[in-house]
Antibody, heavy 118, light 107 residues
Framework: QVQLQESGPGLVKPSETLSLTCTVS?????????WGWIRQPPGKGLEWIGN???????YYNPSLKSRVTISVDTSKNHFSLKLSSVTAADTAVYYC???????????WGQGALVTVSS | DIQMTQSPSTLSASVGDRVTITCRASQSINGYLAWYQQKPGKAPNLLIYTASSLESGVPSRFSGSGSGTEFTLTISSLQPDDFATYYC?????????FGQGTKLEIK
């Protein structure tokens, strides 16, 4: 059974870098699929952040592209998200997800709430 | 970016009702549309992909249809467990984009 679990600090100071890791179990991250990050501000809708392939090929949302980095560590079967220069507007639940071969997200982590506050 | 617009934003219905949610794309997405259900405090759950394919384990009362720029999610007979928020997502073109959501409430 595929499972994803986000981990990382729940509180980040403004202007600092948000860092989250998604650990995958039950599926090899080196498979021929993408892995992705999506976020959801409290009480709002879903925003696609980006996808990464095991080779490191990435696609990012242009609205975040200058601040976001997604990386993969195949030896640990996990992938990571870094978002720099955060502000209160980056406060959200961050989800990692498996991207099915078509491009939709068929498995999701439970989500990690990250609050940006001093 | 492709804009996805869902209607209505809120829908009040009763158990047993047939309901339809619409999702319109700002340009053709070649059928690359998914529907998700989200309950409070939980991650979204995939219901439908490629506009009309039912994800394994999803009850058959859920169905999707549409092509081009207009798509619908239909629940044939609402069950108590179906009251949630529903999102569409296009994955034809990067950046992938979601609709703003439709909250299905109990009447």
């Amino acid at each position: 059974q595929v499972q994803l679990q986000e981990s990382g600090p729940g509180l980040v100071k403004p202007s600092e870098t948000l860092s989250l890791t998604c650990t995958v179990s039950g599926y090899s991250i080196s498979s021929n699929i993408y892995w992705g990050w999506i976020r959801q501000p409290p009480g709002k809708g879903l925003e696609w952040i980006g996808n990464i392939y095991h080779s490191g090929n990435t696609y990012y949302n242009p609205s975040l592209k200058s601040r976001v980095t997604i990386s993969v560590d195949t030896s640990k079967n996990h992938f990571s998200l870094k978002l720099s220069s955060v502000t209160a507007a980056d406060t959200a639940v961050y989800y990692c997800a498996k991207v099915a071969s078509g491009g939709y997200n068929d498995y999701w982590g439970q989500g990690a709430l990250v609050t940006v506050s001093s | 970016d492709i804009q996805m617009t869902q209607s209505p934003s809120t829908l009040s219905a009763s158990v047993g009702d047939r309901v339809t949610i619409t999702c319109r794309a700002s340009q053709s997405i070649n059928g690359y549309l998914a529907w998700y259900q989200q309950k409070p405090g939980k991650a979204p759950n995939l219901l439908i992909y490629t506009a009309s394919s039912l994800e394994s384990g999803v009850p058959s009362r859920f169905s999707g249809s549409g092509s081009g720029t207009e798509f619908t999610l239909t629940i044939s007979s609402l069950q108590p467990d179906d009251f949630a928020t529903y999102y569409c997502q296009q994955y034809n073109t990067y950046p992938y984009t979601f609709g703003q959501g439709t909250k299905l409430e109990i009447k």
